[in-house]
Each structure stands twice: as structure tokens, then as C-alpha cells.
């Protein structure tokens, strides 16, 4: 009995080791093939937009296009302005051929984000903390701010405690209306649907005064002749992509984006073009 257990072990060491020279001879493993720039393949986006970018080369974009220059129509019924140029290098950026806009009234934006009638809002949106509760931004874009416009022959109104008893024009769910509810209650509000709303009710003398975002104010009061916008800053805010919360893939590579347009000169060259030096 002991020589055949003896004999036993022998067998088994030996075969041990016969499997053990044979994986030395062995292939190695199977390694993941190399993507074309010499790395490991690309992970698929993990962000519901990015990957709708990737498998359909589009980006859905919601923009109240009212607003010149930021985004508007032109005669022949298509979306011009800064924030339309400016959105389209970006998504250039991350991999999109197309961007469609779907012409959305300014209070109903983020609704519609939320809704997920599209995937981000481009359409001169001030980022505030209010706002933030429901959405997320991308970095600032763009320098904005509040003034004041009135008639060019209007001298009684040269600044914010001069609104107060008068008729003052603002677009309805922007940060201009909220400004003046929450800083000067004693203005008369005439809140309006669309942005050039505003401008008509004062060319119009239905109102003493619009308040509105310093960059469009500008634009406007150089085409029109009949308007001025007076040299005051009510506030110092700045514009910023509205975003889902779930996509902070997406903002992350927004922002990346951005800050490739600010480095190589393309966003300036579009501010050049909108705004002037």
C-alpha cells in the first residue's frame, strides 16, 4: 500500500510539472486592441447628451429668438446672432456636425430643458443662484449686466432710484423683472412676452423706460436712432448654458469647449463680429 501511494505521488508531481513547462510555452493572454492613436479604446460617454452627439452627430438647442444680437431671425426666417454663432463652434467642439434650435419662449426655457424637449439653453441666460436650484450652467460665456434705455430726449431718468412711480418694460422671467420686484417695488412693471416687446412699448411712449441687458440694449439703441442707454450698471451678471442637472459630463465638456474657442481666438472673433472692439 505504501509503494503504490509512493508511486501515486510521482504520477501526480510529474504531471504537475509537465503542465507547468507547457503554460510556460504558452500564447500570453489576449490584450484589448489599441484605438488608431496608439492608446486603449475610448469608453463610451457615460452623459445621456453626449452619447446622443455621438451616435447622431446633432445638438438640440432651446433659444427664445428674439433677442439681437444674442439670437434672432433673420428675413429669411433663419437663426442669426452671437449666441447662435458661438454655440455652433462649440458643438463643432464636441463632435457635432448639426445643431437644430427649437424657438422657445423665454419662460418656458427651463421648463422645456426639464422637459428634455432639448439639450441645453443658449439664449443669453443670466446664471443666477435662483436658477441654479433647478439647472446647471456651463461657465460664463459672456459679460452682461443691467441698464437702463429710455427715449433719447427723456433727461428726468438717469438712474435706478429715477424708475420708481414710471412705467418700466421688462421680458417676463428674466432677471430683469426679478431685480426690480425684489430692489425697487415702487416701479410700475409692464412685463412683456417678447424681447423687442420692450423696445416697442418705449419707441411707442407706452412706457418711461426698458430695463434690460447692457449688451442687446446697446445694439438696439444703435439701430434705432431713438432710444440711448444710460451709463449705469444696475447689476454685473454673466451668461451662461443652462444644462440638466444629471449632465455633468456634458458641462464638463462645455466648459472644455469654451476655454479651447477663448485659447485658439474663434470666440473673439466672434465677439468682434457682434459687438464691435
Known sequence: MKGFRKGLFSLCALLISGALIAGCGSKPAEQPAASGNGGTAAAAPTDEVLQKIKDTKTLLVGTDATFQPFEYKNAQNEYEGFDIELVKAVAAE??????????????????????????????????????????????????????????????????????????????????????LKEKYPEVKLVEVEKNVEMFLELESNRVDAVVTGMPAAKVYAKQSQKVKVLDVELTQEYYGYGVRKENKEFVVALDKALKTLKENGKQDEIVKKWFGE
Do not use: C, W
Open 94 to 179: 464636441l463632435g457635432a456636425e448639426k445643431v437644430e434650435f427649437v424657438d422657445t419662449d423665454f419662460k418656458g426655457l427651463i421648463p422645456g430643458l426639464q422637459g428634455k424637449k432639448f439639450d441645453m439653453i443658449v439664449s443669453a441666460m443670466y446664471i443666477t443662484d435662483e436658477r441654479k436650484q433647478t439647472i446647471d450652467f456651463s461657465q460664463p460665456y459672456y459679460p452682461g449686466g443691467l441698464t437702463i434705455m429710455v427715449k433719447n430726449e427723456n433727461d428726468t431718468i438717469k438712474g435706478a432710484e429715477d424708475l420708481k412711480g414710471k412705467k418700466v418694460a421688462v421680458q417676463i422671467g428674466t432677471k430683469s423683472a426679478k431685480f
